[in-house]
C-alpha cells in the first residue's frame, strides 16, 4: 500500500502564495499519473491539475495561469505552486496518484483571506 502525504497548507490573503507538497512512500514513477484534488464545504470534489510520468500537464481552468504542478522523481515529491490566491481557493487539497486504482493522502487545508 503506497502512502500519500501531503504538506504545506495554511492560511494566506488574497493575491498570496503558496506551495503544496506530496511525498509519496515509493518512486512516483509507478503512479501513471498523479493530480491535485480539492474539495471546498459544500462542493464536490474536483481535479485542479494533473501530471503524468512522462510530464504531460493539465489544469483546471480556474487555476490556469496560477497553478503550477510539477515532480521531483529523486524525492518520490510532487508539487502544486499556487500564487494569487483567491478566496474561492479556499479547500481542502488532496494528493491523488493513479496506477489502474486510485490513491489518496488525508489532504491538507488551504485558506485564503478576503
Known amino acids: 500500500q503506497v502512502q500519500l502525504v501531503e504538506s504545506g497548507g495554511g492560511l494566506v490573503q488574497t493575491g498570496g502564495s503558496l506551495r503544496l507538497s506530496c511525498a509519496a512512500s515509493?518512486?512516483?514513477?509507478?503512479?501513471?499519473?498523479m493530480a491535485w484534488y480539492r474539495q471546498a464545504p459544500g462542493k464536490e470534489r474536483e481535479l485542479v491539475a494533473r501530471?503524468?510520468?512522462?510530464?504531460?500537464?493539465n489544469y483546471a481552468d480556474s487555476v490556469k495561469a496560477r497553478f503550477t504542478i510539477s515532480r521531483d522523481n529523486a524525492k518520490n515529491t510532487m508539487y502544486l505552486q499556487m500564487s494569487t490566491l483567491k478566496p474561492e481557493d479556499t479547500a481542502v487539497y488532496y494528493c491523488?496518484?493513479?496506477?489502474?486504482?486510485?490513491?489518496w493522502g488525508q489532504g491538507t487545508q488551504v485558506t485564503v483571506s478576503s
Open positions: 501530471i503524468t510520468n512522462s510530464g504531460s500537464t
Open positions: 515509493r518512486t512516483i514513477f509507478s503512479f501513471n499519473a
Open positions: 491523488n496518484g493513479y496506477a489502474y486504482r486510485d490513491y
